[in-house]
């Protein structure tokens, strides 16, 4: 078994939360793990990504080649097709579809959901809206995790389990809550992936 | 998880490494992509149960030169920075293998290479070269732990600072750890020779010969070391040298089929001479492959460059700038490209920017006002922190960052050339890491300049460590000697801007010595110290 995701979105966002959910779930599976993460000058509002590698076997490289990530996990719509190249041509494209306009020159929003949906296999999902209407406004990145989990050959309640860990500080209250977005996030891209059929 | 497998950035394995390997000090100024290394330190539990000293210093050469006074005394030691830092620090350093250590002496620093955070990519092998020292470099977060065990042990046995280069790559990627059994740590035994720290000419003559005789024995220990491996390959037309983690792309490309060719995995230097030999002699043509600069291709290939069987970044087989990744092995090593996708019209890049409400905003309008708009743009030096984010549009308001404290003495030799108005900003603790000095040739001239400290009492750039200059500026300054009079405070926010302007206006309109020092805490630092004190309540 051999995993690449890339996880994009903007400096301040939260992706190493959605990191850290998967890398616990595949560390508990006993499988291996490298992350490359942004650090410094990027973390101020500019773009970052985290290179997310999981395999059963010995892991070279802490980047993943161009051309053959299995995922792009985006939190910001533009944010998602900057790493097209590192998609394989069977990969999944899951972005988030609200844009994070801290830029003057941010293109259309039409153009961009245009782009994504352009992409074979790819889940565009409001995740921002679903996190809301969960009582969760901050639970976007965990609707994320939702939406992707459905392709990724990890065991959901190796990802429940997860979000039980990185929460557990934060009471009992927010696991739940965050389970429940975790659950909406799937649910769309289940029904997402039935309409595109 | 296992007990004894822990999931570390490359850095964290450093400090984890170094607290197992017995380490009893941590010297360090914060600098991506090295500052993870202090920051584990300085959270963990078992540093604070073995009372490991573990506390930011000034700037990266107070930082060398504590952790040598800590060898000095006997005990194992680590300064940490990024590269750069490394030229701040590089009298320390390279004088240090005269001195040679005493406690196990490592000085660890993290390269950028395509400068993701920093100004340049200089590669720190040349300084581990040139001071004559041994070298460690890791190519995966395992070696990272590990070579801290090595590094103190080849450090004491040869009496020998020892460098440990990482780059951004290793530093800061995520991977499984397993520890060893921690070892105790040393207790004070000073130097037999209490001379050996006395560089006079007469010592430093002899010392400079022990160095140059132990050359031998550090390149005999990278031959020996179970970091460089020689892994014979029946396709013999090529020969690959792949250096710390650069061996990690190569075998990304072999990793289903193995590597075919003779391959000399590089990670401990002096480079080991018997294996390049053997390497040239049952191979047609060479790769060298190294995150960085060309430092062992260059060697390969000597002055007059003739042995055109070596290739590289010099060659033109790898481009010559950059970090590397696994796709431009690829090609290097002759294979096609993986089809992927384009990155599709309009997608825009998204530089950092300065946060909302960021005390720097005001700054830089109140002097965009009071200078660049009463006597045009170039008049502003500036430095690296946050604030230098103030080059960018919308602000438009810097004309230089180059190093760490060099705003205000270019801001001087500008105004010694007669340029007025000569304004110089510069952050809280870069000011203390390296603009005191600075100011004080400014004030022993009264050069006619304005000095804009800006104070959010931390050093935020680098993710919010504490700053040195914390509630000390205004002393520091008057100690100086700048004119308690012409150092003026405020509170900078979009309402104090008028008040900003004018003090700006009268301050340049004295012959002397200027400094302003706009006061508020950084946004990001304010938000995790609230959330903090909340959590701490509940
Ligand atoms: C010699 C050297 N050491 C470290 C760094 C990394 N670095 C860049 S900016 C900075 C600190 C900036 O702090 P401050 O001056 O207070 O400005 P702020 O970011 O807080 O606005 C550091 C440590 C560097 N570029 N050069
Ligand atoms: S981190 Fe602090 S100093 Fe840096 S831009 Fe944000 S608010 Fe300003």
Redesign the interface.
Known sequence: MRLDIILAG??GQGILSIATVL?YAA?ESRL????????????????VQS?LRISD?P??????????ADMILSVEP??S??Y??????EGWLVTNTTPFR??D????LD??IG?VK??PHHVAIDADAIAREHNNARGMNMVMVGAASLFLPLELERLKEGIGYIFARKGKDVVERNLATLEAGRSFAEEYRAAAR | ?KNNTL?L?GDEAVAQGALDAGISGFYAYPG??S??IMEYALNSQQAAEGNVHRMWSANEKTAVEAALGMSYAGKRTMAMMKHVGLNVAADAFVNSALTGANGGLIVTVADDPSM??SQNEQDSRFFGKFAMIPMLEPSNQQEAYEMCFSAFELSERHETPVLLRLTT??A?????ITRREPLPQHGITLPQDKRQFVLLPAIARKRYKVLLSRQEAFEQEALDSPFNRYFDGDDKRLGIIACG?A???V??NY?DSGCPHPLLKLSQYPVPRKLIERLVGECDRILVVEDGMPVVEEMLRGLLDRDLRVQGRISGELPRDGEL???LL?KALGFE????????D??????????AGCSHIDSMNAINEAVRDVYGDGHVFSDIG?YT?GALPPYNSINSCVDMGASITMAKGAADAGLYPSAAIIGDSTFTHSGMTALLDAVVENTNMLVCILDNSTTA???GQDSHAHGRLVQICEGLGVHPEHIRTLRPTPKTHDEFVEIIKEELAYEGVSVIIPQRECVQTKTRRTKLAKQGAQ
């Open positions: 903007v400096g890398g560390l291996q793990l490298k992350q490359a993460e942004v650090h410094g000058m990027s973390q101020r509002g500019g773009e290179h076997r892991i070279y490289s802490d980047l993943i080649p161009a051309g053959s533009m944010e097709l900057r097209l190249p590192f998609l394989s041509p801290n830029i020159n941010y293109p259309e153009h961009v782009e352009q992409v | 998880m999931l950035l991506t992509p500052t993870e993701h955070s790559r290793i800061h990627s995520r991977a499984g983690i061996y990690n792309y075998m990304e990793q990744n696994p796709a690829r490209a993986q089809p992927g996708g384009t990155v599709p309009g997608i825009v890049p998204r530089p950092p920017a300065l946060c946050c984010l750039m680098t993710g």
